[in-house]
């Protein structure tokens, strides 16, 4: 089975329903938050593949969600410039192993470690119509 490095949004249901999906399938599933990796526009750059620059972003983002940024309207810089700064609006999970790289859960990478019994999770939010998860910043308390 596969080693793979998982990088979510610490508190995000659908992250974790993912991850379960991941081990479920017998592979061994490393965790790193999102918003704290650090992320360069080269390194993030190699986790979007072909997909078009509007996908590389999370939609359920709340500056994706009140239009504030439409990512449709950018450029690759200019994209990667504002996903560096601002990790909550990077497209998750984000996920690398053997090699391959990639960004969402529906996609042939995820495909092919889940297998035909594995199933699709998907990307979907599973709190589209509710509240967002809560800043993992703020649930760790003042000082964090």
């Known amino acids: 089975m596969a080693k793979i490095v998982f990088f ?8 974790a329903r ?23 526009a080269e390194r993030l ?7 078009p620059i509007a996908a590389w972003f999370n939609p359920a983002a709340p500056k994706i969600k009140s239009g504030e ?4 309207r950018l450029e690759a810089t200019a994209a990667l410039g504002l996903l560096v700064a601002e990790p909550l609006l990077i497209r998750r999970p984000l996920i690398e192993t053997d090699g391959k790289r990639c960004a969402g859960f ?23 119509n ?15």
């Not at 479920?24 to 599933?29: K, N, T, Y």
């Not at 940024?69 to 449709?72: G, L, Q, R």
């Not at 529906?106 to 589209?128: F, I, K, T, Y």
């Open 8 to 15: 979510q949004k610490p508190g995000c249901g659908t992250n």
């Open 18 to 40: 993912q991850k379960l999906a991941l081990e479920q399938a017998g592979h061994s599933v490393e965790a790193r938050d999102l918003l704290h990796e650090g992320w360069t």
């Open 45 to 51: 750059r190699g986790f979007f593949g072909s997909l």
């Open 69 to 72: 940024i439409d990512p449709a």
């Open 106 to 128: 529906d996609n042939d990478v995820v495909a092919e470690l889940l297998g035909s019994e594995g199933g699709r999770v998907g990307d979907d939010c599973s709190r589209p």
């Open 130 to 144: 509710q509240t967002p998860c809560p800043d993992p910043a703020a649930a760790a308390g003042p000082g964090a």
